[in-house]
């Protein structure tokens, strides 16, 4: 299975790097330039969060970062049981001085957004990659199907995203749920236009780490084009989306995921690796250390009995 696969391959694999190539590779001043977009990256996402959480409840831009770094640090430990970085949620809601289960929903607005940037993306470009590597070997039907499934996939999501408040009408049905409707109801509180800003912004954020994954191939000495890697790199964070992971299993799906399209264009694994390992160093452990500062702080003044 493609699951079994990735964690093996991407488990299995090791990545060597000689202490003169890893200093030259720290001086490089595109290496800081990945760093800097990082900071671009957690800023996008903190105003996302901004932009939701203020139907509720005025928070700051910094409380707004300390918010999301304090997500990426819980789903560190959190995700070890649950996958693919549910944890994020709890880390946002802690400070959040108003109803926190509302608090919770309205981060799946966010993450959604999210997923729909990767998902239309990521599936655009699946086809573009089928159709200039795979296409010869299908049947004509097939490629029809995945034509139907791309469209399906591009034309649903958003659907779903930009009609969010059916949710709280779904949820309202049923007996059992009904009492919870005073907090489903948050959904109803963010019309069209916010939602087309938070999906711009997801759609942002999306190009920063696009960009950031080519610098590092380009860094780490993986020959290949703007184009090729813009072909790619979308499959890439496709298949890490859809494929469940945790905190113990995510740099193998990574990396197995990342060798598995970019060996279409270059047989440098040991480079895509390096990578694919930067990525998430640069942009989930780095955030996650600064978040771990945030908590700590957090938890010191609320021992202390003082304000945040």
Known sequence: MLY???????????VSIQGHHFIALLSNPMLWGVVLLMCLNWSIEALKWKLLINRFEQVSFLTAIKSVCTGVFISLFVNILVPNRIGEFAGRII???TNKIKAALITTIGSYAQFAATAIFGAIAYL?????????QWEEYQGYLLIAAVAFVGLLIPLLYFNINVVSWVLGKPKLLRRFKKITSVFYFYNNVLLLKVFVLA???YAVFCTQFILLLQLCGVQ??????LLAVPVIFLVQTVVPSNALSDLGVRGAASVSFLNYYSDNNTGILTAAYLLWGINILLPGLLGAAFFAVFKYRNGNGSNQ
């Open 4 to 14: 079994d696969k990735l964690v093996t391959d991407g488990g299995t694999a090791s």
């Open 95 to 97: 400070y959040v001085k």
């Open 128 to 136: 573009l990659f089928w159709y200039t590597f795979s296409a010869s």
């Open 203 to 205: 759609v942002l954020r």
């Open 224 to 229: 290949i084009t703007p184009s090729q890697g």
